[in-house]
């Protein structure tokens, strides 16, 4: 309809698509959304954590995170194994929670709060392990930054989010 088509130009207008995308899927499909700017607002203010994250990646590693291979099969995903085992573990953790998420009936709210977790998690990790400055030489360490981050790009594909670099402006 006409209405509907204005409501979403202007929404698009204002807002990053996957902004939009993120709001969209952080409310379970049999839910009513809370649609209004104030809070789109909000989850573009909190996916600037997860650019912030892909960042510091880009710069400890040297790579690309949007050009990570992830697996398209639960399956196939990433490995999760070495050390620091506590840490990896998590991860996975995380990972099948977000797949618990995924097949209670779609809910892609639970699976959204699971990227925010596992956000929090590798910063964490990166924070505790230096990796930004002293311990950027400890390869097992590096080699476990980059699964997770492995993790995240394939949970976020998942959601058709972080699939590519925002472009600003």
Do not use: W
Not at 9 to 30: D, G
Not at 47 to 70: K, M, P
């Amino acid at each position: 309809s006409a209405g509907a088509e204005s409501v979403k130009t202007a929404v698009f207008s204002k807002h990053h698509p996957e902004t939009v995308r993120f709001f969209l899927l952080a409310t379970h499909y049999r839910s009513p959304i809370d649609f209004g700017d104030e809070r789109i607002e909000e989850v573009d203010r909190s996916l600037e954590g997860f650019y912030r994250l892909i960042e510091t990646f880009q710069r400890i590693t040297g790579q690309d995170f949007y050009s990570l291979s992830t697996s398209a099969t639960r399956e196939k995903a990433c490995r999760l194994e070495g050390e620091p085992s506590s840490f990896l573990s998590e991860v996975k953790a995380l990972r099948d929670r977000y797949y618990e998420c995924m097949d209670d009936d779609f809910n892609t709210g639970g699976a959204v709060g699971v990227l925010f977790d596992l956000r929090k998690t590798i910063n964490g990790f990166v924070n505790e392990a230096k990796l930004d400055g002293a311990g950027k030489s400890d390869g097992q360490n590096m080699a476990a930054f980059v699964s997770a981050a492995t993790v995240l790009k394939e949970l976020a594909g998942i959601l058709g989010v972080f699939r590519q670099p925002i472009q600003s402006g």
